[in-house]
């Protein structure tokens, strides 16, 4: 036991010495860029990072002692599960995303309406930034920092559609990427902007709709697969509490630990497979 909790505190250790000597990228100053810039991604907390740490370290624990009951396996689950990090932060982006598209279809109708009143896209985003500004409690974060940056964008010179292809670009969502290019195309062509974004963004509006009506549904079924992927463990561990006897061979015998090994690597498959057929890609 203390060899794993002395495994576990030299890897936050280790990463902390990593995290706090991480590069810092920084924005230069708007008047030294020569093409447009990205937008800086938020970047996780160091309490977040070493919360994640100890709960994946104590998950390892519970694997490796319930799966083998063995003190070096719990050590190195504590530290093979340090890689779950990665699909927290994909989640995690994925979540941002979302929250970002959302507050995307929102600035739109923002949009529109700043369109009617004659004014261009460079003047109607600027427009409503100064009107986010103004709300203390506002309701798109996100959207009002890409906006800011926005805004730093034209003010050296750079067109509407430079900017918003970087922006596509770097949030990589197809809803975003279709709108940028249904803009590029009509102020290219010279057709009617207002009302080609008026179109494009109830269109992108009801597939969105449609995409939250599908993870309605499906809610139920990945509850349902959360609870499946607790039970093995549940079972293994009431196993162990109740009746040791009849579980022993599987953890002190070669190929009792072989079947464990096996189990759990079907347990890993099975919960790959779930967790991707319940995943709704934007």
Not at 121 to 126: P, V
Not at 191 to 214: F, P, S
Request: some cysteine; proline content about 2%; glycine content about 6%.
């Amino acid at each position: 036991m203390l060899i794993s909790i002395g495994i576990i505190t030299s890897g936050i250790c280790v990463y902390c010495v990593f995290w706090i000597l991480r590069p810092r990228s920084g924005h230069s100053k708007v008047k030294k860029r020569t093409k447009p810039f990205k937008i800086s991604k938020d970047r996780v907390s160091l309490f977040e990072s070493i919360l994640l740490s100890i709960v994946l370290g104590v998950c390892g624990l519970a694997v490796g002692w319930i799966f083998y009951k063995s003190f070096l396996m719990m050590g190195v689950f504590s530290v093979v599960l340090q890689l779950g990090r990665k699909s927290y932060y994909k989640n995690k982006r994925l979540r941002k995303n979302e929250q970002n598209l959302d507050e995307f279809m929102e600035i739109n109708r923002m949009l529109i309406a700043e369109l009617y009143s004659g004014k261009s896209l460079e003047q109607a985003y600027q427009a409503i930034l100064v009107n986010l500004n103004k709300d203390s409690n506002c309701q798109y974060p996100l959207m009002r920092k890409t906006l800011t940056v926005w805004c730093e964008q034209f003010d050296i010179g750079w067109s509407v559609e430079e900017v918003l292809r970087a922006f596509a670009k770097e949030s990589g969502n197809q809803v975003i990427d279709q709108f940028v290019v249904m803009i590029s195309a009509t102020k290219k062509h010279g057709g009617n902007l207002l009302e080609v974004i008026d179109l494009t963004n109830r269109v992108l509006r009801d597939k969105r709709q449609m995409q939250r009506d599908i993870e309605v549904i499906i809610s139920e079924k990945r509850l349902e697969q959360k609870l499946l992927s607790l039970m093995p463990f549940g079972m293994l561990l009431l196993m162990q509490l109740t009746a040791y006897e009849f579980i022993a061979p599987l953890y002190e015998s070669v190929s009792g630990r072989l079947m464990m090994t096996a189990t759990l690597l079907l347990f890993i498959g099975c919960y790959i497979w779930s967790d991707r057929m319940t995943r709704i890609e934007a």
